[in-house]
């Protein structure tokens, strides 16, 4: 299993959620559920006290994740139970103090012995990842790019040297739905598909099955986070329903395009 596999026979849904949030065992229910759901690849997040790309809902999710004691190494033995029963990719979402602090080598080799495909650090700069994306390709793991709409001059290098997917930020500043994207993402996507066969996948703001439907139209995949979250924000224990619920509904929307 590849992160490309995702990408392979339709338009990729990933799914992003907090882990721990509300707690592990809820995690593992929406993972499967998202699966059911039709959801390509999952990005897992860890809780860090100060995501500075997160708005307020995955900031809310971070705080009660960490609040019910979630650490890093809960997270990965939640992963290894569960690992067994999903057949998506699965990446990571953190910071780079996250890594840091658990040791990027140790990090990195117990990302691949419990079946983790690449991971995101989204506060770390193109020019500084080598120390990170080194010690993961090292073991397997596809260490992912983000271009901003501020990325402008380097969009072209970075998506040259793009590894499972292009990560495009729809919009500026920090996760969180929005009713409409104003981004010329589009430009964004043509760019990066000139210079690479990586594929390109949208996020920050999708937040409806219409949404990632037109967005969808021109990239090879769409990225949901915030929506989710706040469904498990609202629903607690019982979100894994709501979830499969909603993730359905964005399979549906995707699928419709195509036919």
Request: glycine share 8%.
């Amino acid at each position: 299993m590849r992160i490309a596999d995702a990408f392979n026979k339709r338009k990729a849904f990933i799914a992003f959620i907090t882990c721990g949030d509300p707690t592990l065992e809820e995690t593992e229910k929406i993972l499967l559920e998202m699966e059911k759901g039709g959801v390509d690849l999952i990005e897992l997040g860890i809780p860090f006290s100060d995501p500075t790309a997160e708005g307020p809902v995955i900031q809310g999710a971070n705080i009660r994740a960490l609040s019910g004691g979630v650490t890093t190494d809960k997270i990965f033995e939640m992963v290894r139970r569960v690992r067994p029963n999903l057949s998506v990719p699965l990446v990571f979402m953190t910071y780079a103090n996250v890594v840091f602090s658990y040791g990027v080598e140790r990090f990195a080799r117990t990302c691949a012995e419990i079946g983790m495909n690449g991971i995101i650090l989204p506060d770390v700069p193109f020019e500084e990842k080598h120390e990170f994306s080194d010690v993961f390709e090292k073991y397997g793991l596809d260490f992912i790019s983000l271009i901003a709409p501020t990325s402008e001059g380097r969009i072209s290098l970075i998506a040259q040297e793009a590894k499972g997917f292009v990560y495009c930020v729809s919009s500026l500043g920090v996760t969180g739905t929005r009713d409409s994207i104003s981004t010329n993402v589009s430009q964004i996507v043509d760019r990066v598909k000139a210079v690479t066969d990586t594929p390109a996948a949208v996020g920050f703001g999708i937040s409806s099955p219409k949404q990632a439907a037109e967005i969808a139209k021109y990239a090879d995949g769409i990225i949901i986070g915030s929506a989710i979250v706040r469904l498990i924000g609202q629903y607690g224990t019982e979100a894994h329903e709501k979830v499969f619920e909603f993730t359905k509904d964005v399979r549906n929307a995707l699928d419709s395009i195509e036919k």
